[in-house]
């Protein structure tokens, strides 16, 4: 049984076609890198793949169940989504920090989050931070941190890398390597050839919304 499994699935936008009959199976900790040309509709894809939006024809499947069997806001505690331009919200880093919590009605884990931002090569002294203070990698780590405070089965991103500088993103590599090695299922949008095929088992290739080719690595 596969994970995560688009049948047939397409996608249309103002009568545009983003993507067609688009049919994948993603398989428990997968590390999938997606790669093609800019517009080529690969964060319409992870969009889907984290029910941001609907499909226009065809099924996607959780755990062999239908995407519209989940409450949304359930079904994204599952599945995260980390865009290319991270959000962070509010005033401070705990408020962020706090937010998964909140929503959870569960008191803040100190002994997790302190163990991400060390992960992340960062203190909780962050904590006390103003977030309009922080450079672009920092942000970009603290979006992290906050999607992973309870882990998801599914790790969705967007490009996540490609504003950071060498330190940064070596990282957030590895990082994500080791989420993987635990068990985490990766999806992972890059432009980046050696990036692509760093750590990941499957290289998805989308062009003109549609896949051209679907390879294994290793």
Known sequence: MSLLEFQNVSFNNEGKSILNDISVQIEENDFISIVGPSGSGKSTFLKLCSYLISPTKGGILFKNKNFTSYEPTELRKNISYCFQTPYLFGDTVM???????????????????TALFSMFHMTTAYL?????????????????????????????????????????????EAVINTLNKE?????????????????????????????????VIK
């Not at 408020?95 to 989050?113: A, L, V």
């Not at 450079?135 to 490609?162: M, N, V, Y």
């Not at 068990?183 to 998805?204: C, D, F």
Request: charged share 25%.
């Open 183 to 215: 068990g985490m299922t990766i999806l992972w949008v890059t432009h980046n050839p050696e990036q692509s095929r760093k750590y990941a088992n499957k290289l998805l290739s989308i062009a003109d919304g549609e896949i051209k080719s679907w390879e």
């Open 128 to 172: 006390n931070k103003d977030v309009r203070n922080l450079s672009g990698g920092e942000k970009q780590r603290i979006a992290l941190i906050r999607s992973l405070l309870f882990k998801p089965e599914i790790l969705l991103l967007d490009e996540i890398t490609s504003a950071l500088d060498v330190t940064n993103t070596n990282i957030v």
């Open 95 to 113: 408020e962020n920090i706090n937010f998964p919590f909140s929503i959870r009605n569960r008191n803040p884990d100190q002994k997790r989050i």
